[in-house]
C-alpha cells in the first residue's frame, strides 16, 4: 500500500461557512486540524514533485502528504500563509479563467467563486506556491479528440511561458477524468498528470493517472488519517460513510 498521498482541496472558508451544497469548500480551521492530525500521525509534509516521484517509482519513503489545491481560486490568496505553513502547496490553474469567476463556465453551481489573476499568481509564487495546470477550461477532456487535446495544452503552455516564464510539468485533469487516449496526449506535454481516482495510487502505470484523495469539508483530523491509512480502494468508501447525510437516524 503506498505510504504517500496527494490530497486535493478547491475553496477555502472561514468556520461556520461550509454548507452540505458546497463539498468544495473546506474552513481554513479544519484544513489546519486536518494537516496536525496527519503530522501527529507521522505524516510528512512532501511537495508535490517529490511525493510523484517517490510514488511513480515505488520507491520506500516513511508516510508522507502531498497538499494541491485545483481551480485556482481567490481564497487561497486569502489564506496563503496559513496554507503555506501546512506543507509546499501547489494549485492547478485553469488559464482560460483567470481572473474570471464560476459563473464563466460552472453555470449549475448554487455558489459563485472568483479565481485568481496572473498579479494574485505571481503573488502566490513568491510565498512559495507552486503553480501548474488544471487546463486551457474546465472540459471534461474525454470529449475531445487528440489534435483537440494537443491544441488545448500547446494553448494553456503558451499562457504559462508568456505569463509565468515556464511551461508546466504536471497536468490535474478536469474531474479527474482520463483515458489511454487522453493520457498518451498529455504524455507529449508533462512530465506527469493526475486523476482523481480514476487511474493508478503508484507505480510506472500511475505517471499519467495518478490518484489524489479528494478531502471533504466534514472529515475531522481523525477521519483524515483514518481514511488514509486504509487500503487504496477503499479510500472513497471510507470517506462517503462519514458524510452527515449518512448518520443513521433515530426514532
Known sequence: ???????AYHNIVERGQESPNDLHSI????????????QDAG????ALPDAFDSLVHSREHAPGYAVTFD???????????RISS????TVFVLTGYTGASTASWNTRSSVVLDHLDLSD???????GFDIQLHGLDHHNLLKFDEEQLRRKFEQANGWFEDHLGQPPVFLAYPYGYCDQRVQGVAARFYRGAFSMTHGAWAGREARYALNRVGVPWFLSGRDLVEV?????????YEIERRAPWRAPKHG
Open 43 to 46: 505524516f510528512e509534509p512532501m
Open 71 to 81: 481551480d485556482g481560486y481567490v481564497s487561497l490568496l486569502r489564506y496563503a500563509e
Open 27 to 38: 474552513a481554513v480551521d479544519r484544513l489546519e486540524e486536518q494537516v496536525r492530525a496527519l
Open 86 to 89: 501546512l506543507a509546499p502547496p
Open 121 to 127: 499568481l505571481l503573488t502566490l509564487r513568491e510565498r
Open 1 to 7: 500500500m503506498p505510504s504517500i498521498t496527494i490530497l
Open 228 to 236: 488514509l491509512r486504509s487500503q487504496p480502494k477503499r479510500r472513497w
